[in-house]
């Protein structure tokens, strides 16, 4: 079984300055890693996914992550947000194996304010 | 290319009413089907899934059920609803089997029983 841990429920930030959301996951197998964004009263949108190479992943709207194996941690960041980045942001892994019902294990969310 | 389709978007209903929330998948076929929760300040929860035509699998004991009666279509029911079913409902979908690819999210549907 898996695990995720989001260290920060909620991250103020102020606009243009960066950001950093930490995620630790833990796992007995080798993992598939995903950062999800939720816009208010919306459905999630996938930011980015670590599958296999470069440790250094680039997604959408300027984020990027960071996947270390030995402190198993995935930690989202951005150099510079916008007021557009409020939202909720949601680590999750799922177990690379090929079985039915492949199911992603979410963390609890880290809720990002940029303020003015 | 495959779109969810989720609805109503909001839903306001009496304590004791039932309740039939609908998703559909199209452009793609066989997909794993997932219902979550998301309750005031609370972060995901998965109430059920399904990996074919009438098979649902159930994370937790609740008020609620689920039905998958086409491939690409899932359901999620109650007969009387609770105060404590309020909440922010999610479908969504991924590819069978294919643990890279990740979930697609409908748009969700915003329930409040009242």
């Known amino acids: 079984a898996q695990s995720v841990t989001q260290l920060d429920s909620q991250v103020p930030v102020f606009e243009e300055a960066p950001v950093e959301l930490r995620c630790n996951y833990s796992?007995?197998?080798?993992?598939?890693l995903f950062w999800y964004v939720q816009y208010p009263n919306q459905g999630l949108q996938l930011l980015l996914k670590?599958?296999?190479?470069?440790?250094l992943v680039k997604g959408i709207n300027g984020f990027e992550a960071e996947f270390n194996k030995s402190q198993t941690s995935f930690h989202l960041r951005k150099p510079s947000v916008h007021i557009s980045d409020t939202a909720e942001y949601f680590c999750?892994?799922?177990?690379?194996?090929?079985?039915?019902?492949?199911?992603?294990?979410f963390g609890g969310g880290t809720r990002v304010l940029v303020k003015p | 290319s495959q779109t969810i389709h989720q609805w109503p978007a909001t839903l306001v209903q009496p304590v004791g009413s039932p309740l039939s929330l609908e998703c559909t998948v199209e452009?793609?076929?066989?997909?794993?089907l997932y219902w979550y929760r998301q309750a005031a300040g609370r972060g995901l929860q998965l109430l059920f899934y399904?990996?074919?035509?009438?098979?649902i699998s159930s994370e937790v004991p609740q008020n609620l059920s689920a039905s998958r009666p086409q491939d690409r279509q899932f359901i999620l029911s109650s007969k009387k609803l609770l105060l404590s079913d309020s909440g922010f409902y999610l479908c969504?979908?991924?590819?069978?089997?294919?643990?890279?690819?990740?979930?697609?999210f409908g748009s969700g549907t915003r329930l409040t029983v009242v």
């Open positions: 969504a979908w991924s590819v069978e089997k294919r643990s890279n690819y990740g979930y697609t």
């Open positions: 796992s007995s197998v080798s993992v598939y």
């Open positions: 999750a892994v799922s177990a690379i194996i090929k079985a039915a019902g492949n199911k992603l294990t």
């Open positions: 670590y599958l296999s190479g470069s440790t």
């Open positions: 452009g793609t076929s066989n997909p794993n």
């Open positions: 399904s990996v074919g035509i009438g098979q």
